[in-house]
Every structure is written in C-alpha cells, then in structure tokens.
C-alpha cells in the first residue's frame, strides 16, 4: 500500500509501516494541516466537522513524538486523551493500538459503566498513553492509582461535546493535575465562545486549524425534513423501514425512555432493532454496536450523548425522530452517515412543536432542508407552519375548553372599594 503522503508528514517507519497494514493511502485535510503542526510541538485547536479523521489527526503525532523521545523505563503516563464518551474512548484505543502496533507503547483506557478492576491493573502495568472518560479517570484519581505529573502531550477529543454533557468542570479539575509544561492538543466537531474560553485557559498561543466552517454538513448528505403529527410518527418510521428496503439505518431519539419505546415498537412490526444509551450497561451497549456493525441488526436508536461514539460503516440513512433540542446536535447526529466520502440520507421527522428547532437548524447550517411530502402521513398544517411563523402553543395537541371564572372579591368590604 502506498503512503507516500503520509511519509512527506514525516512521520516515523514503524507508523508508515503499520498505516500501510491498516489500508491507509492519503492524509485527509484536516490530517494534512494538524499532523506537522503536532509533530512541531505546538499547541493545537483544531475544528473539523464528524467523520473527517480527527483521531488520526492528534494519535499519529503523539505516537511519533513519544516513540522518538527516550524514556526512562517505567516512568508512567506520558499522554492523556480525554474524550466524553465510552464508545470514543474505546475507539481511540483501537485506533492507537493499529497505528502503533510496530512500536513499544502501551496503551490503557479508563471509563465508566464497567468493573474498575481490570482498568487498575493496566494502570498498574505503566502504560505510556491513557484514554479516558473524566467521571472514571477523576474516581481512580481520588483512589490514588494513577497521577498526571509526567504528562507531557494532553489531548481533548470531542471538546464541545464535553462541554455540552457538563464535564467541563471535571476537565478542569483534570488539567490542574497535569504539568504547565506540556503539549496540549484541542479537537472539536465545533468552535463556540464556550469552546474558545476553555482553549484560552489551557492551550499556549496554539495554532487554528479550521479545515470546514463550523457546524458544517458534508455535501454527500442529503438532508430531508417530514412534516407529520407526533401521534403517526412511528407508523411513518416503520413505513419508511420497511418500504425503502434501507439496510442500516440510525434513529434518534431525544430521550432514554423514547429510545425504548420506539424499539419496542419496531420489534413488534418484525423489524430487527436495538437502543442504545446511558442507562445500558457498557457491555450492553458495546453488544449492540457490534450487532449493528455486522449487520444482525438492522436499525440502531441511540441518544445523542452516544453519538459521536457511533462509527459504522455503510449507515445509508440517520433519522431524526424527534429533532434535536439544539442545532449542533443535528450536525453530530446527521455526521454518522456519509462517512469516508460515502453518500447518505438525513431524514427528520419534523411536528407542529418542533418546527422552531428546524429554523434553528437551517439557520445554524445554512442548509435548508428539502421537504419530502411524498408519504402517507404528511401534515400540510405542520408544513404551512415553516413559513408562516412560529406554531401556536398548543399547536399539535387537544385544546382543553376552560371556563371563565368570575371575578370574586377577596376581601368581603373590597366590592364597596373601602380596602386599600
């Protein structure tokens, strides 16, 4: 396999040599324009949309940089990458493990939802670079199995999706513990305000890579909006499973409860699904990816706070059941298709009470979606709300009559207009 791209990064043999075993041929741009700046020692803030190879963007450099420098044998933790999630935490560690599969660095990952002993006794065997979930590393931390004073590259991964799951806090607590003099590399789908004040406070004059706009949407994606009633939502989701003839297929609910619900539902219309969220066990949730994966299963209804963790290929079709409360989320969740220059299909399921979260979407992307009215549950009511304003209070749901009360004074001498 050809990697002569890569080569001209600079990058070591034992990295080339195992990039060519994974398949690798070409940087993607935002691999082209962090890699030499890592590989320089600076600070970083990088912005690229999902699915562009972010990863690759800070795990080849570090693995570079600590497998040139010397190290005294046994000294510990070296780098840190924190990343919000489970499901990206285990992928980071993968990812590390393939590209440095020539070299003599150990890898360990540290998260949530599963037994802490066996992650206290890779922590016990020294390993060189750690991935990890902030709740699970700040735990062993205040257990006293593991210190951050020999860090010398941190990394965070998925920025703006720790600062919107309430970690920044922990993050900071994190970072305190790790030495001043450090490399620090920061990776976000997005740049916001709150993104740039975190960045400010912990990288050094870093460097700007922005390789697409903010809250940008890949051009493969084809992004459809349905307006129909909330009560015949999911008499249109099974519709569209079953009459599309769509093999894989990603849904989202905005709630853990929903999220079962809707499995429920599938199952008993004879259609293969599973859910996946925070209330699953890690091991549940690890099963049900891979079932996905392989094809056993053919829809995934996941929640937003795992969706950046969903990377599988060949997902033809992401469905928003219900729209995302805030418009970044669109974005991320939308990200799971069209990966690698694939093409895909966004579908949101849009009622009378969401209508402003689509304008905010629109607005945030700058990418109206097209109306797909071509389906038996099409609501024209909904439909005409897009252009016509915001939809009424109750638009959607039962008006209750309500009675008018008369007016009765509260003080018996208040009639006679003698109570101040």
């Known amino acids: 396999m050809n990697t002569d791209f890569f080569e001209k990064l600079s990058l070591c043999k034992p990295i080339l040599s195992a990039l060519s075993q994974v398949g690798y041929q070409e940087p993607t741009p935002i691999q082209r324009a962090a890699i030499p700046l890592a ?6 803030l990088a912005t690229a949309q999902t699915g562009t190879g972010k990863t690759a963007g800070f795990a080849l450099p570090m693995l570079h940089l600590l497998h040139k420098r010397a190290a005294a044998s046994g000294k510990g933790l070296r780098a840190l990458i924190l990343t919000p999630t489970r499901e990206l935490a285990l992928q980071i560690d993968e990812s590390l493990k393939e590209y440095g599969r020539n070299l003599s660095l150990r890898t360990a990952v540290v998260l949530g939802g599963v037994p802490a002993g066996p992650q206290i006794r890779a922590l016990q065997r020294k390993p060189d670079i750690l991935v990890a979930t902030p709740g699970r590393l700040l735990d062993l931390m205040g257990q006293g199995h593991l210190r951050l ?3 010398e590259i941190l990394v965070l991964d998925e920025a703006d999706r720790m600062l919107d799951m309430g970690f920044a806090p922990d993050v900071r607590r994190i970072v305190a513990e790790v030495p001043k003099d450090r490399q620090t590399m920061l990776f976000s789908a997005t740049m916001s305000p709150a993104i740039a004040q975190l960045a400010s406070n912990m990288l050094r004059n870093p460097s700007r890579v922005e390789v697409t706009p903010a809250a940008s949407v890949s051009s493969n994606i084809e992004q459809q909006v349905l307006f129909v009633n909330q009560k015949d939502k999911r008499d249109l989701l099974t519709s569209i499973l079953k009459n599309r003839g769509i093999q894989r297929a990603l849904v989202f609910t905005r709630t853990k409860h929903g999220a079962d619900r809707v499995v429920r539902h599938l199952s008993s219309r004879g259609i293969s699904a599973d859910a996946i969220h925070s209330n699953k066990s890690q091991n549940a949730r690890q099963r049900a990816l891979a079932t996905f994966d392989r094809g056993k299963t053919q829809v995934l209804v996941a ?4 969706s950046r963790g969903i990377d599988v ?4 079709h992401v469905i928003n059941y219900e729209m995302p409360g805030d418009p ?6 939308i990200g799971r298709t069209a990966r690698a220059g694939a093409a895909g299909i966004a579908m949101s399921f849009c009622d009378a009470q969401e209508v402003s979260l ?3 979407i629109e607005k945030l992307t700058n990418s109206p979606l097209t109306a797909f009215n071509d389906h038996p549950y099409h609501c024209d009511v909904t439909a005409s709300l897009r252009t016509r304003g915001p939809a009424p209070r ?3 749901r039962p008006v209750r009559s309500q009675k008018r009360r008369a007016f009765r004074p509260k003080h018996p001498m208040a009639k006679r207009g003698r109570v101040a």
Request: no cysteine; proline share 0%; net charge negative.
């Open 39 to 44: 590989l320089a020692g600076k600070d970083l």
């Open 149 to 151: 004073n020999q860090i």
């Open 303 to 306: 929640t937003d706070i795992v």
């Open 313 to 316: 290929d060949g997902i033809s």
């Open 328 to 333: 970044e989320s669109y974005v991320h969740r």
């Open 358 to 360: 689509l304008r905010g």
């Open 394 to 396: 109750n638009s959607g």
